[in-house]
């Protein structure tokens, strides 16, 4: 029986050994077992991990290098009254930096403004238009938040012309000397010549390397308000109450939620959930997002930040922005109701381009009737048959919103299985995002190519780039080439990480109290998946209104039977029976339905055993 169009690989960590459940005998056995397999053995690990402190687990933010000078001379700036401008980034993280240090730097008094680039027009990170116009509004000091840490020619631009720069950022500094310049004319090797907050930059001390810009953005606002000559509690008040978009920030860039981002996203849930925040509070209460539960952070993820991004992706990121900063409860509503629509937009203009290049990569690539009723037109130029790495170019005949062509990579990859790269026509030449699986570092690949683009940037799992038209299919085959040599008789599964294959009657309500200890859950830090073998299906119900759920009862000897809940996985397990006997992998979770408390599977994967 085919449940899949890719069997996923299934990967069950080493068992735990009885030494290990003896050290510790005041922790549960399964508890235990997520622990050691997060790599936390030592006990000093593991009481930071289940007891973090907010004050005595985060680091001192004077540990950066530049830290000290650059407080002093942004208090320098706002002594003097000086024009100070946060230049930002259109993205949840870079709107919630923004906001971050906007709030701070405006409560003491700064004459502080935020600029954040237009995603089409500008594109990402510090561009001589944009300091211009800046120029032209007395603009003394730039402070770059989630960008700037590759614009050396634009920071030695703007010092030119009077202007004093400081970088806050997380990405990846460039190479000392790269392969080839990324912009013609011009020497771009190496950092910009300025004060820069970057915990990646070479000799940089500060000990936690994975902070996200908006992270990066709270570590100098911390500092700047220990200077400030307030009281004790009011420094620790205006910390506090910019915390809830440190959370928003940090969980929607996808950075790892250990170590300090864990302490910070503990904190940040805690004032995002008791916010004052009135936009926020608005955009909760126009999405649904909570229905009056604790928000979480896959709220984060899933429901606040695409809000938030949506602005960027489908009009302009100062929407969000002034969503975050404003003190009017009319003004929230509104600019509320707005995301939430854009949102809409946003999901339906994704799906449509994810539809049309899912048609190139079938069998007969021709489009249906019914692909065309979910707006699929002439298929784009796909490299797929027999590549290792999907490309898809946009039709001659139209153009791909650059907004959601990251989004369409991700689905592309997710399904797929293979890196993928979404290009669309820009105003000069071409503008691509892509998104990449655990074996293939797609900057990386970047690097070997960058003779032929204009820009680029981004993560190893995540990237953004220009290039001219002339260079488009050179960049393609070569791209090709990188990802088929990395990939050579390699058969690339989708993998499941799995935390240890259970008995059903172990699930009870105290082992999912015990897992829910190690939220929040996001990058390097799943919700614990468990395996459970050969159980037999005792009903099969269909929900939702076009019967999109499948709700699984699978009996146990202890419980009787327990639900297993698959949204939206109804199609893909239809060949189900009452009476199969299935392997499962799943999540614990508490179903609160009508006062009642039940222990549910959530699924993940399933394999028939009748095959």
């Known amino acids: 029986m085919e449940m899949s169009s890719i069997e996923k690989n299934w990967q069950i960590m080493p068992k735990i050994t009885n030494e290990f459940i003896e050290k510790y005998p005041d922790l549960n056995k ?50 003097e009254q000086n024009k100070i401008v946060i230049y930002g980034d259109y993205d949840a993280d870079g709107v919630t930096s923004s906001a971050v240090l906007h709030d701070t730097l405006t409560t003491l008094k700064a004459r502080a ?82 004060l820069i907050i970057n915990a990646l930059v070479e000799n940089e001390k500060y000990p936690f390397k994975y902070l996200s810009g908006v992270g990066i953005a709270f570590k100098l606002a911390k500092a700047i308000i220990s200077k400030a000559k307030l009281s004790d509690k009011q420094k620790q008040r205006l910390e506090d109450r910019i915390l809830d978009l440190v959370a ?35 955009l ?26 949506a602005a960027g992706r489908m009009e302009h990121a100062n929407t969000a922005l002034e969503l975050l900063i404003t003190k009017d409860k009319k003004e929230a509503e509104t600019i509320a109701r707005r995301l939430n629509s854009r949102n809409q937009e946003r999901q339906q203009t994704t799906e449509k381009i994810v539809n049309q290049i899912e048609l190139s990569l079938a069998p007969d690539p021709s489009p249906t009737p019914s692909s065309r009723e979910r707006g699929a037109k002439l298929p784009p130029t ?41 290009i669309t026509r820009g105003e000069e030449g071409y503008k691509g995002s892509g998104r990449s699986i655990e074996e293939f570092n797609i900057m990386e690949a970047l690097e070997e190519c960058s003779s032929l683009l204009e820009k680029y940037g981004g993560h190893p799992m995540a990237c953004g780039f220009s290039l001219k038209e ?55 830090n799943d919700r614990p ?51 199969d006997k299935i392997d499962i992998v799943y999540y614990l979770e508490m179903n609160e339905f009508n006062g009642r408390s039940d222990a549910q599977m959530n699924i993940v994967d399933i394999k028939s055993r009748n095959a």
């Open 382 to 422: 796909t490299f797929n048959k027999g590549a290792k790495i999907i490309i898809a170019v946009t039709p001659k005949d139209e153009v791909w919103n650059e907004g959601v062509v990251g989004l369409v990579a991700g689905r592309i990859s997710d399904k797929y299985y293979l890196p993928t790269l979404v």
């Open 30 to 79: 399964h508890v235990l077992q997520v622990l050691f397999n997060r790599g936390l053995t030592e006990s000093c690990d593991i009481d930071l991990f289940l007891n973090s402190d907010y004050e005595k687990d985060t680091h001192d933010p004077f540990l950066f290098n530049d830290m000290e000078e650059i407080v002093e001379l942004i208090i320098k700036h706002v002594k």
């Open 470 to 524: 002339e260079n488009l299919e050179e960049f393609k085959n070569k791209m090709i080439k990188i990802a088929n040599n990395k990939f050579k008789d390699v058969n690339l599964r989708p993998k499941i990480e799995i935390e240890e294959e259970i008995n059903l009657d172990e699930v009870s309500e105290e082992l999912i109290g015990d897992i829910e200890q190690f939220a929040p859950f996001g990058q390097d």
């Open 113 to 194: 403004d935020v600029y954040i680039p237009d995603r089409v027009s500008e594109g990402y990170g510090l561009n001589k238009g944009a300091i211009d116009e800046l120029i032209k509004d007395d603009i003394k000091l730039i402070v770059t938040v989630d960008g700037g840490i590759r614009s050396k020619e634009e920071v030695e631009y703007a010092k030119e012309k009077g202007v004093e720069v400081v970088i806050t950022d997380h990405h990846v500094p460039p190479s000392e000397i790269p392969p080839a310049p990324l912009n013609k004319g011009g020497d771009i090797s190496g950092l910009p010549d300025c």
């Open 284 to 309: 909760i209460k126009v999405g649904q997002i909570n229905n009056g539960k604790k928000l979480e952070a896959w709220n984060i993820g899933f429901q606040i930040a695409p809000r938030l991004n």
């Open 248 to 282: 928003i920030g940090t969980v929607a860039d996808c950075v790892s939620l250990l170590g300090e981002n864990r302490v910070l996203v503990k904190k940040g849930l805690e004032i995002l959930n008791n916010t004052n925040r009135i936009g926020l509070q608005e």
């Open 529 to 579: 998946k468990f395996v459970s073998r050969e159980t037999e299906i005792v009903d099969i119900i269909t929900m939702g209104i076009s019967g999109q759920h499948i709700k699984l009862r699978i009996k146990s000897e202890k419980l009787g039977v327990i639900s297993a809940i698959g949204f939206g996985q109804a199609e893909k397990w239809k060949e189900l029976r009452i009476g």
